[in-house]
């Protein structure tokens, strides 16, 4: 009688346990609504944990596009995204984007801009973009009248035929050739470029100095001769044309500010003191009289810059 009542008393006790476990495990209402929203929002976070990579490579350098800027659009209403700049690997990164939203992007380099041409779905997860473009590059060969390469020439670039002939606004910087006496120019326009080619005393006036570019990959050779080196001088007349009780015998001191060289000359009245071959520059002109006045010499200074090629005079009647 106690073996079953004991046993009795332990199944009714193991019942207990069991209730009790059952009831403790038991979700609520709101514990189950919790539960859902906490799994809603999960969803919504991974909705939005996909990534864009967008890869720019230059088809006429073989190579990714570092610093380049990658903007990116919304094509239902052109809304910017954000912009992000290639990295040394020429990829521009686009995180936390919504899964089944349609982008397009618009890439900047060297103040040009490419438009994606199709359209981009993002799918959950990574995306991956590869986008060629084709620049513009521009390499000069330089030889001397042998044929033989010529290395650590000075290249410099134009725009047009008025900067080259002046020398001045080049493009860049200038750069020198290699062993192969090549440079190159990358990112430019197609376009006509003018460059300018100078070793030592050697130049490529007599050659060619420009070049229609397309878009792509260019190549020119050069040829570089002794430079033809022209004087550049004018002339300057001293006329001793005063009249009247200003006439007489002038001395005319030539002083030129450019080089600070000066000089002195004496001139009859009624003649001229032709000088040529006179540097460019400006120049001031002392006159004095040095005899034929009544009470006191007339004097004065007068100055003018003197142009390649040009007569500059300077006369007494003018003081």
């Known amino acids: 009688m106690k073996k079953v009542l004991f046993l009795l008393t332990s199944v ?33 976070e991974q909705s939005k944990n996909a990534t864009l990579k967008i890869a720019l490579y230059d088809e006429t350098t073989d190579k990714y596009l570092s610093g380049a800027t990658a903007t990116l659009y919304n094509v239902s209403d052109d809304a910017m995204v954000a912009s992000i700049v290639t990295n040394d690997e020429g990829i521009a990164t686009f995180s936390n984007l919504d899964i089944n939203k349609t982008f397009y992007f618009i890439m900047e380099y060297g103040g040009k801009k490419y438009r994606s041409t199709d359209n981009v779905t993002i799918e959950k997860g990574e995306n991956k973009i590869k986008y060629t473009v084709k620049t513009t590059a521009l390499t000069i060969t330089v030889k001397n009248s042998n044929g033989n390469a010529v290395s650590g020439a000075t290249v410099r670039l134009y725009e047009n035929r008025l900067d080259y002939s002046n020398s001045k606004n080049i493009i860049g910087s200038s750069l020198y050739t290699d062993s192969k006496g090549q440079v ?27 070049k229609a570019c397309t878009e792509g990959a260019n190549l020119v050779t050069t040829t570089i001769k002794e430079k033809v080196v022209v004087v550049q001088s004018g002339t300057i007349v001293l006329n001793n044309n005063a009249t009247g009780s200003d006439a007489g015998t002038y001395k005319f001191v030539v002083t030129n500010y450019t080089t600070g060289e000066k000089n002195t000359y004496t001139v009859s009245s009624g003649y001229k003191k032709t000088l040529t071959g006179m540097s460019l520059g400006q120049y001031s002109v002392y006159m004095e ?20 090629g040009f007569t500059l005079t300077f006369s007494t009647n003018s003081l």
């Open 12 to 44: 009714i006790v193991a019942m207990g346990i069991m209730c009790s476990c059952t009831k403790e495990n038991e979700i609520t209402p709101e514990e189950k609504q919790k539960q859902e929203e906490q799994q809603q929002k999960q969803e919504e």
């Open 184 to 210: 190159t120019f990358y990112n430019l326009s197609p376009k006509t470029y003018f460059f300018e080619v100078i070793n030592d005393t050697q130049t490529n006036e007599e050659g060619t100095c420009s």
């Open 289 to 308: 009289q040095l005899d034929g006045y009544t009470f006191y010499a007339t004097d004065g200074t007068q100055t003018g810059n003197l142009q390649n």
